[in-house]
């Protein structure tokens, strides 16, 4: 028999009660811990439904969703106009410049060159071409995947007269994972911008 101390007091153990003891031990020390994976809220926006945004100051037009808001710059400042999403804390950037000759080499590098910086890596960036001869609206949607402070950017140009930029921002920190639901809802948006683009 063995003895032992417990709060001061001597506890004698025999065979039986050292074997208990050695299984409780061997039992507790055996437990498998696996954390589970960060959760995120499950981001669901309602579907869309698009209006023909036309504006004034613009000498473009092209189909807006019903859950962004449309905020152009004040009328004494460079022609530019944010489209606002406030459930989805998101904003698409936007500017217009009108070109004279040999300005759209200029604007399609500047615009390339934004694109890289928003990437770590420059593989990690898909190029998506777009053309309507019909309405003369040529231009590139950039896609880019991984972390990024704007997972999308675009560009619409006629070549000639008329650029017009977009870049996809949120107004919180990037977590690719937890975005990406709502990124993929924002493209189709973008998708509906390019495709029905025109120029006035």
Known sequence: MRTMMRMGRRVRLDWRGLAIVLSALSLTACVDYTPKPRGYF?????????????????????????????????????PWLNLVYPALEARVYCGYWAMGEGDFPRLEAESRVLVERSARDLRMVR????????????????LVDGPSASPAQFYLTDSARHFFRGALYFDQAAR??????VVDYLLNDLVELIETFNWK
């Open 42 to 78: 499950r981001i669901e926006p309602a579907a869309p439904t698009y209006s023909l945004y036309v504006n004034p100051r613009f000498p473009f037009e092209f189909h807006l969703s019903d859950q962004a808001t449309a905020l152009p710059a004040p009328a004494d400042s460079l």
């Open 127 to 142: 190029e998506r071409a777009y053309e309507n001869p019909e309405r003369r609206v040529y231009g590139s949607l950039f």
């Open 176 to 181: 690719p994972d937890s975005l990406r639901p």
